[in-house]
């Protein structure tokens, strides 16, 4: 009887460590992952013209910006512009071949590319290209207006991105690009930004 008495805490404690090990083991923590850092805006193609603007360079930067990304007047003896206090029109001594900037009360408004320049807009045209050509690539979203100084074929055609009119545009925050149109009927000039792309004579 002592024996059997003996043996019953025994027992117990033997059915406490079989259901012990019936319990599933938890599994420990996992750690989860680190998040991931957000993918950065693709930079701009530096030799493709938008109505916003060309590579780092943007319409609306600073003075202090534009010369950060392309560099100073390439030719700070030249006049650019009447009163280049106000308004001022250059080429930054490390920007494309044949482009200029316009700054105007301190900010970029037009972003030029004539002569030799190589850039191209969006649309895959520059200078050297066909007036025929732009029509058709851009159907109804193109203006033609008569060039101020050429007879025709000679003329201006713009297509607004945004804040276009037929008349003549004054909202700061309208942008397009004009092809400037030779009398041999090709593009002799593009002009890329805001208002000021419809200023014939640079400045005014």
């Known amino acids: 009887m002592m024996r059997l008495a003996c043996l019953a805490p025994l027992a117990v404690l033997a059915l406490a460590a079989c259901d012990q090990a019936r319990e599933p083991a938890s599994a420990p923590p996992v750690a989860s992952a680190p998040a991931a850092p957000p993918t950065p805006a693709p930079a701009a193609d530096p030799n493709v013209l938008t109505a916003e603007g060309l590579g780092p360079v943007q319409i609306g930067m600073t ?42 009360e301190g900010r970029l408004t037009r972003i030029a590319a004539s002569r030799d320049a190589t850039v191209k807009t969006e649309r895959g045209f520059g200078v050297g290209d066909t007036a025929t050509a732009i029509k058709q690539a851009y159907g109804g979203a193109v203006i033609a207006q008569p060039h101020k100084y050429q007879d025709a074929p000679a003329e201006d055609l713009f297509a607004w991105s945004r804040g276009g009119s037929t008349n003549y545009v004054q909202d700061p925050g309208a942008r397009g690009v004009r092809y400037e149109i030779g009398s041999d009927g090709k593009v002799m000039t593009v002009m890329a930004g805001g208002p000021s792309i419809q200023l014939v004579e640079g400045c005014s």
């Open 63 to 104: 003075t202090a910006e534009v010369t950060a990304a392309w560099g100073a007047d390439a030719n700070p003896d030249a006049v650019g512009g009447a009163k280049p206090e106000a308004c001022d029109e250059y080429h930054p001594a490390n920007a494309p071949t044949g482009v200029r900037v316009m700054i105007e």
